[in-house]
T-cell receptor, first 114, second 116 residues
Framework: AQSVTQLGSHVSVSEGALVLLRCNYS??????LFWYVQYPNQGLQLLLK??????LVKGINGFEAEFKKSETSFHLTKPSAHMSDAAEYFC????????????FGKGTRLSVIA | EAGVAQSPRYKIIEKRQSVAFWCNPI?????LYWYQQILGQGPKLLIQ????????DSQLPKDRFSAERLKGVDSTLKIQPAKLEDSAVYLC??????????????FGSGTRLTVV
């Protein structure tokens, strides 16, 4: 079975500062990894995903994440935070079996301070 | 393309009442998921459909929750009777069959249920 651990339920950064949201996964088979963002009263929007190939993946809104198999990590970063980045971020894992459902972490709430 | 449609957006009911949520996935998406998101937690899968068949309902509290997707298109999730701990956002998502692991899912805006 797969699982995801997101370190830090709440992260606060200043506008323009580096954003780092941590995600570690557990999977007995090669994982597919995702980051989703959720704005208040909205559904989840896909930020980026890792399936195969390049381990550094770029997503929307300037976010990127690096798959590190040796560390079982998939941390999300953005060089410079913007006020509009304030939201809830979820890391999720599945496998290369198309019918395995996504398993989500508990989420990290990002606050951006002006 | 149109997104995943859910209704209602908000619902307030008293405990022991019943409630139903509706979801219409993206056209052509044969796989449909219902997730429960309790405040402060990540979404938890309740049930997964492939067309009109159930693939996974191992985490669905079957004594009070039921779901159907009779024609393999839209789906209804029902709770009867509701408990206070059922207060949550109920998210519907869809994906092309067998591709959820490659492309991820498309989520609806959710239904926020408050049980008082």
């Amino acid at each position: 079975a797969q699982s995801v651990t997101q370190l830090g339920s709440h992260v606060s950064v200043s506008e323009g500062a580096l954003v780092l949201l941590r995600c570690n996964y557990s999977s007995s088979v090669p994982p597919y990894l995702f980051w989703y963002v959720q704005y208040p009263n909205q559904g989840l929007q896909l930020l980026l995903k890792y399936t195969t190939g390049a381990t550094l993946v770029k997503g929307i809104n300037g976010f990127e994440a690096e798959f590190k198999k040796s560390e079982t990590s998939f941390h999300l970063t953005k060089p410079s935070a913007h006020m509009s980045d304030a939201a809830e971020y979820f890391c999720a894992v599945t496998t290369n079996s198309g019918n395995t459902p996504l398993v989500f972490g508990k989420g990290t709430r990002l606050s951006v301070i002006a | 393309e149109a997104g995943v449609a859910q209704s209602p957006r908000y619902k307030i009911i008293e405990k022991r009442q019943s409630v139903a949520f509706w979801c219409n996935p993206i056209s052509g998406h044969a796989t449909l998921y219902w997730y429960q998101q309790i405040l402060g937690q990540g979404p938890k899968l309740l049930i997964q459909f492939q067309n009109n068949g159930v693939v996974d309902d191992s985490q669905l509290p079957k004594d009070r929750f039921s779901a159907e997707r009779l024609k393999g298109v839209d789906s209804t999730l029902k709770i009867q009777p509701a408990k206070l701990e059922d207060s949550a956002v109920y998210l519907c998502a869809s994906s092309l069959p067998g591709t959820g692991g490659v492309y991820g899912y498309t989520f609806g805006s959710g239904t926020r249920l408050t049980v008082v």
